[in-house]
């Protein structure tokens, strides 16, 4: 299975990410979320491919997520469209890492949930 790992090189999570998919040999096609950041018509698409709200996206401990304040914008109504054009303006909006697969995006790093669906 070869899987579309979105991450942003320095972050910490993301380096515990990779790693991981490099010591269960799941193969990957790595993308810099910032250099070239997810448009709103793929975050459209994978947010498609999920069952969780679109503010599961946000990187809520991002600092443009608190000077935004996104948060208020998004308990207030803010709709799907207009949050994949604000995710699509900033990569650092976007919480990381995102693996995309054929049928399914995982969000995060969470090694259990990345068990089930990648090992």
């Known amino acids: 299975?070869?899987?579309?790992?979105i991450e942003y090189p320095k972050c910490s999570t993301c380096?515990?990410?990779?790693?991981?998919?490099?010591e269960?040999?799941?193969d990957y096609v790595d993308r810099h979320i910032v250099e070239d950041n997810p448009s709103a018509e793929e975050l459209a698409q994978w947010h498609a491919m999920t069952d969780f709200p679109v503010r599961r996206f946000f990187n809520t401990s991002?600092?443009?997520?608190?000077?935004?304040?996104?948060?208020?914008?998004l308990d207030a109504g803010m709709s799907d469209k207009d949050a994949y054009q604000l995710l699509a303006t900033?990569?650092?909006?976007?919480?990381?890492?995102?693996i995309i697969g054929d049928?399914?995006?995982?969000?995060?790093?969470?090694?259990?949930?990345?068990?089930?669906?990648l090992a």
């Open 15 to 22: 380096k515990k990410a990779k790693k991981w998919l490099d």
């Open 62 to 73: 991002g600092m443009l997520y608190r000077e935004q304040n996104i948060k208020a914008k």
């Open 1 to 5: 299975m070869s899987v579309f790992f």
């Open 103 to 117: 049928d399914f995006v995982l969000v995060g790093f969470k090694e259990t949930q990345w068990k089930e669906q």
């Open 90 to 98: 900033n990569g650092m909006l976007v919480k990381r890492p995102l």
């Open 24 to 26: 269960h040999g799941v």
